[in-house]
T-cell receptor, first 113, second 115 residues
Framework: GDSVTQMEGPVTLSEEAFLTINCTYT??????LFWYVQYPGEGLQLLLK?????DKGSNKGFEATYRKETTSFHLEKGSVQVSDSAVYFC????????????FGTGTRLKVLA | DSGVTQTPKHLITATGQRVTLRCSPR?????VYWYQQSLDQGLQFLIQ???????AKGNILERFSAQQFPDLHSELNLSSLELGDSALYFC??????????????FGPGTRLTVL
């Protein structure tokens, strides 16, 4: 069935380090892919999205490219800040008979000053 | 602030009881989604409504039901509560039919504790 797999956390980085959070998916059709971020005590916020193969989503210095050949949507940022500390969720949505919305388990990022 | 409101913020109740969670979508949004977030299951999609009609169903238990009213607010009803229903329940909304490309805007959640 359709699924999303993202790397286990927590990920701990020093400020200004490079960030990669891996996300791969399994889908029977052509999903849209999303990264959401959840700060403590809050709901999820959309970080970026890509709706077709080779699209690159970007926002606030974060980027992810929809790679159909490797079924991946890895999140990257060149220089993280303490304020980026949060939980990051990879998600897909797809029409497969009905609409499906599937989230990964989340990756906690902690950035140290 | 996403513009999606949920009430109550916290709810503590006992096993076997019934509760109602309320969600008001962003102004103009026609689709409402409900999710359950728990430590063991992660974030699970429960159900989606579009303009008052059920649009998609996920992993929603038979003890749970939802509806969307003419003013577009939505309620999630949880009955015969069990300890395992303790979780954060999120509502989200989107402006269109909720197709795969839609961005969902999440509310702050209702934390349900079943004792």
């Amino acid at each position: 069935g359709d699924s999303v797999t993202q790397m286990e956390g927590p990920v701990t980085l020093s400020e200004e380090a490079f960030l990669t959070i891996n996300c791969t998916y399994t889908a029977t059709g052509y999903p849209s892919l999303f990264w959401y971020v959840q700060y403590p005590g809050e709901g999820l916020q959309l970080l970026l999205k890509a709706t077709k193969a080779d699209d690159k989503g970007s926002n606030k210095g974060f980027e992810a490219t929809y790679r159909k050949e490797t079924t991946s949507f890895h999140l990257e940022k060149g220089s993280v800040q303490v304020s980026d500390s949060a939980v990051y969720f990879c998600a897909l949505s797809i029409t497969s008979g009905t609409y499906k919305y599937i989230f990964g388990t989340g990756t906690r990022l902690k950035v140290l000053a | 602030d996403s513009g999606v409101t949920q009430t109550p913020k916290h709810l503590i109740t006992a096993t076997g009881q019934r509760v109602t969670l309320r969600c008001s979508p962003r102004s103009g949004d026609l689709s409402v989604y409900w999710y359950q977030q728990s430590l063991d299951q992660g974030l699970q999609f429960l159900i989606q409504y579009y303009n008052g009609e059920e649009r998609a169903k996920g992993n929603i238990l038979e003890r749970f039901s939802a509806q969307q009213f003419p003013d577009l607010h939505s309620e999630l009803n949880l009955s015969s509560l069990e300890l395992g229903d303790s979780a954060l329940y999120f509502c989200a909304s989107s402006p269109r039919t909720g197709g795969p490309t839609d961005t969902q805007y999440f509310g702050p959640g209702t934390r349900l504790t079943v004792l």
